[in-house]
């Protein structure tokens, strides 16, 4: 998997850069911290769209109106889940002695390149397994309740590594670079 993951980066690499760091996100539904408060708003905001589509299509009243409601609900219940998996599934991380590569992307590839020099903040959580995420700049203040909607619209936040194992040992490795301390030889 290791030289998968390489050969999915190495096209945007630049002459004499080599990768020094390739993984992948935990792949599968994943449950976050932010769904303590989302999923029990979420299942309010579906029952009472589907009640409100009920009572007004009992009542005679024009009730396609909450249909809308109703699908967002849903999709906000369940979907939402399958299409970050999907998201995560799609998205690989490389870091090279100048940069850290986050290609990701469903239905068309997005490349973002983070210049390591350049990090002005730099944050790790680790679990007690040791994966976690790296955080790579300044966290925007809705970014810990969009946890795992960075693909939604609008929900635009810092680059980050997240969900990655030994979260630890990829930091070290970031902060050594940043440092000029990790020689590398290609």
């Given at each position: 998997m290791h030289q998968n993951l390489q050969s999915e980066l190495r096209s945007y690499l630049n002459p004499g850069e080599g990768l020094i760091w390739t993984g992948k996100p935990k792949q599968g539904v994943v449950f976050r911290s932010a769904d303590v408060f989302m999923i029990p708003f979420t299942v309010l905001w579906c029952g009472f769209a589907i009640f409100w589509v009920i009572m007004a299509s009992e009542a005679?009243?024009?009730?396609?109106?909450?249909?809308?409601?109703?699908?967002?609900g849903l999709f906000?219940?369940?979907?939402r889940f399958f299409v970050d998996a999907r998201v995560r599934a799609k998205t690989v991380y490389g870091i090279t002695q100048d940069r850290i590569l986050i290609k990701s992307g469903v239905f068309s590839t997005t490349l973002n390149s983070v210049s390591i020099k350049n990090i002005s903040h730099l944050e790790y959580q680790e679990k007690s397994d040791r994966s976690g995420s790296i955080l790579l700049g300044?966290?925007?203040?809705?970014?810990?309740w969009s946890s795992g909607m960075s693909w939604w619209p609008g929900m635009k936040t810092a680059p980050q590594l997240e969900l990655i194992k030994d979260v630890r040992n990829v930091y070290n490795k970031i902060t050594e670079l940043q440092r000029g301390d990790l020689t590398v030889n290609f």
């Open positions: 005679g009243a024009f009730a396609l109106f909450g249909i809308p409601f109703v699908l967002v906000l219940v369940f979907g300044p966290r925007s203040p809705h970014q810990r």
